[in-house]
């Protein structure tokens, strides 16, 4: 199978640094997306990867490994509208299909 | 402009009705997909649409049908649905369907949902 690994839940308090990871199956990879969704909500696309390094977005990142099949989102400045689940999705060689994680629940604390 | 819309918002129906979900995209995309998704988790890809063709049919049960009208336009014909049928039902779109090297003509984008109640 092509398993999605993703922290079911996270802490962090407003106006900190927090990092979400994501480890998936390296082969037949073509490239991995970020996604929040809000509560009853719609997935809305945050960022995506397909070369190794750092993409920054405003107060969010991301970052791959295909070697180690490893990508991390980093969000700063936290803020409370940022409570949400954070998506880790990858696209492999099999057109048309993202294989989507099970989505961490990320709480933002005064 | 990377807008999905669906209609409607909110859908009650019993195990017997036939109903139909809607999305529309104005964003010239030549891919559309069907997803379900159920609280606390991520989105199920149900069928995948490319250039108004049917490309990926994820076994899903023929009380759902698929059809796709014209480039911009999306339906899902339900008929006798189960309660457990009950979800939120997401459309999305993307430049092409994933072929080979992941990017912006591979980026979804969702509508907003259809939440389906089943009686």
């Known amino acids: 199978g092509q398993n999605i690994d993703q922290p079911t839940e996270m802490t962090a308090t407003e106006g900190a640094i927090v990092q979400i990871n994501c480890t998936y199956q390296?082969?037949?990879?073509?490239?991995l997306f970020w996604y929040q969704q809000h509560a009853g909500e719609a997935p809305t696309f945050l960022s995506y990867?397909?070369?190794?390094g750092l993409e920054e977005k405003g107060r969010f990142s991301s970052f791959l490994s295909r070697s180690k099949g490893y990508s991390y989102l980093l969000l700063k400045e936290l803020q409370m509208k940022d409570s949400a689940s954070y998506l880790c999705?990858?696209?492999?060689?099999?057109?048309?299909?993202?294989?989507f994680g099970q989505g961490t629940e990320l709480s933002v604390k005064p | 402009d990377t807008e999905v819309t669906q209609t409607p918002k909110h859908l009650v129906m019993g195990m017997t009705n036939k109903k139909s979900l809607k999305c529309e995209q104005h964003?010239?995309?030549?891919?559309m997909y069907w997803y379900k998704q159920k609280a606390k988790k991520p989105p199920e890809l149900m069928f995948v649409?490319?250039?108004?063709?049917?490309?990926i049919n994820e076994s899903v049960p023929s009380r759902f049908s698929p059809e796709c009208p014209n480039s911009s336009l999306l339906n899902l014909h339900l008929h006798a649905l189960q309660p457990e049928d009950s979800a939120l039902y997401l459309c999305?779109?993307?430049?092409?369907?994933?072929?080979?090297?992941?990017?912006?003509?591979?980026?979804?984008?969702f509508g907003p949902g259809t939440r389906l109640t089943v009686l």
């Open positions: 999305a779109s993307s430049q092409e369907k994933a072929s080979g090297r992941a990017g912006v003509k591979d980026t979804q984008y």
């Open positions: 390296t082969s037949g990879f073509n490239g």
């Open positions: 990867n397909v070369l190794d």
């Open positions: 999705a990858v696209s492999y060689n099999q057109g048309g299909k993202l294989i």
């Open positions: 964003m010239g995309h030549r891919a």
């Open positions: 649409y490319s250039y108004e063709k049917l490309s």
